[in-house]
C-alpha cells in the first residue's frame, strides 16, 4: 500500500551523493532512507508513513535537498 | 503473573510462613507414597491457575493412601476451565478450628498498598466484606518504610485478636508483606489461614499474583521455580485473537499495542494510557456497550503496530465499528496513532468515517492527528470531551 500521510521528495544531487546518502540513512530514525548497492541513496516506500516529522533529513541536505511533505494538508517541511 | 498454589507455598515458606506437610505429585503413585508418608488423612488439591477448584470437583479428600491414589488420578484427568492441572498437591489435613483471612493488594484509589484481614476466612473477602463489614479491616501503608509488627498487631487487634493468637497472626501477617514487597506482587493472599486446634497456624491454600513487568527482576526466583519467560500465567489459555495481539506487539520494539483480551461484544476498542484503558473500558460497559476486546495502547507505538492492531480488531467476527479513546498523552503521539488507525481501517477494507467511532486522543501532536482526522471524516474531540463521554458517544454510535 503506497504511503497515506508522508512524501519526501529528493534532488538528484542529493540521492546521488554517496557520502549524502550515507548521512540521510543514519539520521532517519524510522529507516525512510536507504543506500542502494551503487551508493545512491533511496526512499524506502513503506516506512514513509512512519515519519515522525523530526526534519532531521531536511537539515542534513543542503537547502532544497530534501523536503518533506505532509499529505494531509499540505504542509512542505524544507530548508 | 498466576502462581500455582504450590509454588505460592514456595514462596511462603521461603519467608517462614508455616506450611502444611506435603508435597507435589506427577502421578497416582507419587500421590500414595505421599500420603504414605505423611501417615494420616491427607488433602488432595488441583494445581490450575484457575479459580473455583473446590466446586469444579479439583479437591478431594482421602483416609489412605490407596484412597489418595485414586484421588489424585481422578483429578489429573479432571480439566477446570479448559485447563489440566500440571500436578497435584497432597497434603496432611489440618484440624482446623477456626479460619481467616490475610491479603495484600494495592488500593488503586489510595495510591498505596493495603493489609486486609478478617476473621472470617474460607469464602471470598469480597462476599466478607459485603455480608459481614464488621469483620474485614483494612490498613494502608507505606512502601518506602518498612511495615512493622507494630502496624500488623494494629490491624489485627481492630478486630479484637488478643493474646497469642495475636503474637502468631503478627508473624504471618509481616511475612505476607514482606514476600508481596520483595517480590513486585500485585496480589499476596492466604485464604484460608487455619488456626489448628493446638493453636498453631497454617496456610491452607493461598495465592499470588506478580506484576509481569517485574518478571525480568525476579528471574532468579522464577527459574528456582522452574517458570520458563513464555509461559503466560493466565487464567486461561490465550485465545487466538490474543495471541495474534501478542504477536503485533512483539514485531516492533515501538510502545505497545499488545495485551489484547477478547470479549464478544461489537465494539472493538483501541484504548489505553495511564490506566485509561480500564476507564474507557468500564465507561463503555456503563453506557450499556458490548466491547470486542480489552486492549493497551501506548508508550509511542509506531504507525505499523497501530495498524496491525487495528487491523486485528476489525478481522473480529460482528466488529461493527472501532473506538480510539485514550487519557491526554504526552509521550505517545496521537498523530502517529491516527495514521496508524487509519491505515488500518483503509487496509481492511473499511471507510474510516463509518469504522471509527470516535477518536479521541488529546495531547502531543493532537493539531496533526486532527488534520489527518478531519482529512477522512472521522469524529474526534479533545480533551474538553471526557474519555467517559467519549465512550458514550461510541456506544451510541455503534449501538448495543
Given amino acids: 500500500m503506497p504511503a497515506m500521510f508522508i512524501r519526501v521528495d529528493m534532488t538528484r544531487e542529493v540521492a546521488g551523493d554517496r557520502e549524502l546518502a550515507n548521512k540521510l540513512a543514519e539520521v532517519c530514525p524510522v529507516n525512510i532512507f536507504a543506500q542502494a548497492p551503487d551508493g545512491s541513496a533511496t526512499i524506502v516506500e513503506e516506512n514513509l508513513d512512519e515519519c515522525v516529522l523530526c526534519e532531521l533529513c531536511v537539515q542534513a541536505a543542503p537547502p532544497g535537498g530534501v523536503r518533506v511533505v505532509k499529505l494531509y494538508d499540505g504542509t512542505v517541511l524544507e530548508r | 503473573m498466576r502462581f500455582y498454589e504450590f509454588e505460592c507455598k514456595l514462596l511462603l515458606a521461603k519467608q517462614g510462613v508455616p506450611l502444611p506437610h506435603g508435597g507435589t505429585a506427577n502421578n497416582p503413585e507419587q500421590a500414595r507414597q505421599l500420603a504414605a508418608e505423611l501417615r494420616g488423612p491427607v488433602v488432595l488439591k488441583s494445581q490450575v491457575l484457575s479459580g473455583g477448584r473446590m466446586k469444579a470437583g479439583g479437591v478431594k479428600f482421602a483416609d489412605t493412601p490407596e484412597e489418595a491414589a485414586n484421588a489424585a488420578a481422578e483429578i489429573l484427568e479432571l480439566p477446570i476451565r479448559d485447563q489440566l492441572p500440571v500436578c497435584v498437591s497432597v497434603e496432611a489435613k489440618a484440624a482446623v478450628a477456626k479460619e481467616y483471612y490475610l491479603g495484600v493488594t494495592y488500593d488503586a484509589l489510595a495510591k498505596k498498598p493495603v493489609m486486609i484481614f478478617s476473621d472470617m476466612g474460607g469464602i471470598d473477602i469480597e462476599q466478607v466484606a459485603e455480608e459481614h463489614p464488621g469483620h474485614v479491616a483494612k490498613q494502608h501503608f507505606s512502601t518506602l518504610i518498612p511495615y512493622t509488627d507494630f502496624r500488623a498487631k494494629e490491624l489485627l487487634a481492630s478486630l479484637g485478636i488478643t493474646g497469642g493468637e495475636l503474637t502468631a497472626l503478627t ?117 450499556g456497550g458490548k466491547p470486542a476486546n480489552y486492549c493497551e495502547i501506548g508508550g509511542n507505538p509506531s504507525v505499523n503496530k497501530a495498524m496491525e492492531l487495528t487491523k486485528l480488531i476489525l478481522s473480529k467476527p460482528g466488529v461493527d465499528k472501532i473506538a480510539v479513546i485514550m487519557n491526554v498523552v504526552s509521550n505517545t503521539r496521537a498523530d502517529i496513532v491516527a495514521r496508524g488507525v487509519i491505515k488500518g481501517v483503509v487496509e481492511s477494507g473499511h471507510d474510516p468515517a463509518q469504522k471509527i467511532s470516535i477518536f479521541r486522543i488529546p495531547g502531543s501532536w493532537e493539531a496533526d492527528a486532527f488534520k489527518i482526522l478531519g482529512k477522512y471524516g472521522v469524529e474526534y474531540c479533545d480533551r474538553s470531551v471526557s474519555m467517559s463521554e467519549a465512550a458514550r458517544r461510541a456506544v451510541e454510535k455503534t449501538g448495543t
Fill in chain 2, 171 to 287: 508473624g504471618v501477617a509481616t511475612k505476607l508483606v514482606r514476600l508481596f514487597q520483595q517480590y513486585d506482587m500485585t496480589l499476596a493472599e492466604i485464604n484460608p489461614l487455619g488456626k489448628l486446634e493446638d493453636g498453631s497456624f497454617v496456610v491452607l491454600d493461598c495465592h499470588l499474583d506478580m506484576e509481569d513487568e517485574a518478571r525480568e527482576r525476579h528471574q532468579a526466583v522464577l527459574d528456582e521455580l522452574g517458570i520458563k519467560p513464555d509461559e503466560t500465567r493466565q487464567g486461561r489459555p490465550p485465545t487466538e485473537f490474543e495471541i495474534r495481539g501478542a504477536q503485533v506487539d512483539a514485531v516492533d520494539h515501538r510502545g505497545v499495542a499488545g495485551r489484547v483480551v477478547e470479549f464478544d461484544g461489537n465494539l472493538g476498542l483501541v484504548i489505553g494510557a495511564g490506566g485509561g484503558s480500564l476507564t474507557i473500558f468500564d465507561a463503555v460497559q456503563k453506557y
